[in-house]
């Protein structure tokens, strides 16, 4: 019995190892496109995306958390990556911000597309799979999502009242995946106008 169970587990592990190694280039290939899609999405006026170096960017998260301090310092930890948009001239035209932040029941990855000025252009939710469904899965209807459009930080939540000036309005019901949003946005925004002091 033992020796059936060893032969067993021993084929099902290779059988395993054997789709994971025929299906791992594939999904990385998939997501690689998924993020080219997303950021000429959110910065359509670029033709061409650089890659903001690591350490590059961990410098201006550093030195912006210094700036910053408290709750803001930990949503600058959610800026997971940035890419320079560049126009057929080779100009910048704007930023886009990968954040990640935490939200209801998981992650929340998104892009951020950022004008020279520092206003959001547009942005798109990756993945939201452990937001409620119904409820905080919402935070990736464009309803919501395009009340970004045009606002700079600092971008407040209100709830229950229509929003104002730098504000946008919480999905009913989703305090917490709303404020995630928010929070990705606002880390998003300030790493933007950090690395366009810097450049």
């Known amino acids: 019995m033992v020796l ?10 290779a059988a395993l190892a054997g789709v994971n190694g ?8 998939m997501e690689a496109r998924e993020l080219q899609e997303g950021l000429a999405e959110v910065l359509p006026s670029a033709d061409r995306f650089e ?19 408290g709750a803001r310092s930990g949503a600058a ?12 001239a080779g100009q910048i035209v704007g930023l886009v911000v990968q954040a990640v932040p935490g939200g209801y029941g998981g992650a929340i990855s998104m892009l951020v597309g950022v004008e020279p000025g520092g206003t959001l252009h547009q942005m798109k939710i990756l993945s ?8 905080g899965s919402k935070v990736t ?9 045009g606002l700079s930080p600092s971008i407040r939540l ?3 009242q229509a929003p104002a000036g730098n504000e946008i309005q919480a999905v009913t019901g989703a305090t ?11 880390a998003a925004l300030d790493a933007a106008r950090q690395l366009q002091n810097v450049r």
């Open 4 to 13: 059936t169970l060893l032969v067993v587990c021993t084929v099902a592990g």
């Open 22 to 29: 025929a299906t791992a280039p594939i999904i990385a290939e």
């Open 51 to 69: 890659a903001v170096a690591d350490e590059e960017l961990a410098g201006v998260l550093a030195a912006g958390e210094g700036d910053s301090g």
């Open 77 to 88: 930890g959610s800026v997971q990556a940035a890419w320079w948009g560049f126009d057929t």
């Open 128 to 135: 939201a799979s452990g937001e409620t469904p119904g409820l």
């Open 141 to 149: 209807d464009r309803s919501f999502l395009d009340q970004f459009v």
């Open 158 to 160: 209100v709830k229950n």
């Open 176 to 186: 917490i995946s709303s404020t995630a949003v928010l929070n990705g946005v606002n």
